[in-house]
């Protein structure tokens, strides 16, 4: 079903009778990251979702850093974003935007519901204002501060701001029903102490709007239209439109919730995928087992494969798990149709052709692409001594082996028929070398005695290759659910998730493979040059994707 075919989601719909009726006049969405992590496979979505509306409609998409705590936040998490959200293929509208250059505002807002007799200076710790608050069979208590004056709030919450108080010992509290029987109407703070740099706006501040006042009130003052935001969010929904109703905001944004991302096999919580990069489980955020954006473009996942898998997962308000063979499945396809073919030998054999001339070489020429003509042809240097896969030679074999056996024959991939004729082993009884005759008569025809060839088998010209290293990547844990419930999704770690291999031999036009560009190494799977690890000289390549589901075979064994 093409998207165009595919019936419209929920907000679709929505967005679309309110342009109709005249609610909004233009649909302007935004994507706001907190810049404190890398983004990861569930934020894909988000950012689908939202740009991916704004261009439908003929809109705009604002990318928004929500940089409200300067504890977690950093420059590099703030330049990873935005180099993802290009990566993946979107424009945002204008230049990038932070909360932060709204802080004056904001700040402003706050005495305005000081003014207003809706906030007030509260002295009670975090476990204090904890016990106050009530659970969500009992409710909260008002703080003994709650009833301060207006006048004395202000000279607090200017104190708070002039830094005279400690980290911790008073906040800012919206005033609103410490018997809400949602926990987030029971006087949340909007403003508390911290005293720390800011990477955007310096020492300027120490005191910081909280994430849910800060929100709304962006989303107000760029004139957002639709809110679009995952479903944990929905209890805060009331929050969001009380302070849009209390405060002189510009414009009347709405809120509208989707179902977050869940894929099975991965955690995407930010705090567990960053716990993952500092106790060493992988290197970095960008590691290619890692469910970020950086991590999935470094392994040679397209950002057209992703935007596929967010078409075929669709956009509901039900809360399920994707099994992440579909994400998997979207890789594989957008590969198949474009990745050039080439050939790479992952563990190799010594193939010695005895009655081919000593010294020469001779170039082959091979296609690019099975149906796409618009890649260029490679030529491959053919030469008395090559290399194949161990496992592609047997000394005896059954007939569903259709590879190279002992006095069989089998056809080189774009090149002749050999016929395996003698063994050479070591002294510790291992195959190190296999002397070969080559029928010269038969390149792109089968051989003139009509015994067919077995099988196709890929090899290298052990005199002109590319000597490089091979990461053979797998899913990073082995559980189908490695952190739901009381689970440590350490345990679930697999220890199978990474298999380097050392003296692998490439075809020669590999010297030239661009970082993450993606090749499908014949009968090996897609693999793409790293971009991190490797020389001009010794390249690093990864494995991004089997050429089959050959993990749901090794479960279901």
């Known amino acids: 079903m093409t998207s165009e075919s595919k019936p419209a989601h929920f907000l679709q719909n929505i967005i679309r009778e309110d342009l109709a009726e005249g609610r909004v006049e233009q649909l302007t969405t935004r994507f706001p990251p907190e810049p404190n992590g890398y983004l990861h496979i569930g934020h894909a979505k988000s950012i689908c979702l939202n740009f991916g509306l704004a261009n439908e409609f003929g809109g705009q998409c604002n990318l928004r850093f929500d ?66 608050r009530g659970t969500l069979k009992e409710p909260g208590k008002n703080s003994p501060y709650r009833d301060r004056t207006v006048e004395e709030n202000l000279d607090l919450f200017a104190r708070m701001t002039a830094g005279e108080f400690d980290e911790g010992s008073c906040s800012l509290r919206a005033k609103i029903d410490m018997a809400a029987p949602n926990i987030n109407l029971r006087d949340p703070i909007i403003y508390r102490i911290k005293k720390m740099a800011h990477h955007q706006t310096g020492d300027k501040w120490c005191v910081y709007p909280s994430y849910d006042f800060a929100h709304g009130q962006s989303d107000a ?20 439109d009380w302070f849009i109703e209390n405060l002189p905001v510009p414009a009347r944004p709405r809120q509208y919730e989707f179902a977050r991302l869940h894929l099975n096999y991965t955690v995407v919580s930010k705090r567990k995928l960053k716990q993952l990069v500092d106790e060493g489980f992988v290197d970095g955020w960008d590691d290619p087992r890692m469910p970020t954006i950086s991590g999935l473009r470094r392994r040679g996942v397209t950002p057209a494969s992703i935007r596929q898998f967010c078409e075929m997962i669709g956009v509901t308000r039900s809360d399920s798990t994707v099994d992440v063979g579909m994400l998997e499945y979207a890789i594989r396809d957008d590969l198949d149709k474009n990745a050039p073919r080439a050939m790479c030998v992952l563990k190799p054999l010594k193939v010695t052709l ?82 070969c005759s ?23 010209s052990a005199d002109n290759n590319v000597d490089c290293e091979v990461r053979l990547y797998d899913r990073l844990f082995n559980d189908e659910s490695p952190d739901v419930g009381d689970k440590n999704f350490l345990e679930s770690v697999n220890p199978d998730n990474l298999e380097v291999l050392t003296g692998c031999k490439a075809e020669i036009g590999l010297a030239e493979a661009q970082p993450e560009k993606g090749y499908q190494f014949e009968r090996n799977g897609y693999f793409c040059r790293d971009s991190k690890y490797g020389t001009p000289d010794k390249p690093v390549f990864n494995r991004t994707i089997g050429l089959r589901d050959s993990w749901a075979k090794e479960q279901n064994k």
Not at 361 to 380: K, N
Not at 383 to 402: G, H, P, S, V, W
Not at 417 to 430: C, P
Request: with cysteine; net charge negative; charged share 30%.
């Open 67 to 132: 940089d409200t705590n300067p504890a977690k936040e950093e420059e590099e998490y703030v330049d990873a974003i935005k180099r993802d959200v290009s990566w993946l293929g979107f424009e945002w509208a204008g230049d990038v935007r932070y909360t932060s250059d709204y802080f004056d505002q904001l700040h402003q807002w706050a005495i305005y519901l000081i003014e207003q007799g809706k906030a007030y200076v509260c002295d009670l710790n975090a476990e204090q204002a904890r016990e106050y």
């Open 221 to 240: 003052i760029e004139g957002i239209s639709h809110s679009i935001c995952t479903l944990e969010f929905e209890d805060h929904k009331p929050l969001y």
């Open 354 to 435: 005895t009655n081919y001339p000593e010294g020469q070489q001779e170039m082959l020429s091979a296609p690019g692409h099975p149906v796409r003509e618009d890649l260029p042809t490679r030529e491959l240097p053919f030469t008395k001594t090559l290399y194949i896969e161990q496992e592609d030679f047997r000394e005896e074999a059954n007939k569903k082996y259709k590879r190279l056996v002992l006095s069989k024959k089998v056809r080189l991939r774009n090149a002749y028929v050999i016929q395996a004729d003698e063994v050479i082993k070591n002294d510790a009884g291992e195959i190190v070398e296999v002397r």
């Open 438 to 460: 080559v029928d010269l008569d038969t390149l792109g025809k089968d051989p003139a005695d009509g015994i067919k060839p077995k099988g196709v088998i890929h090899w290298v």
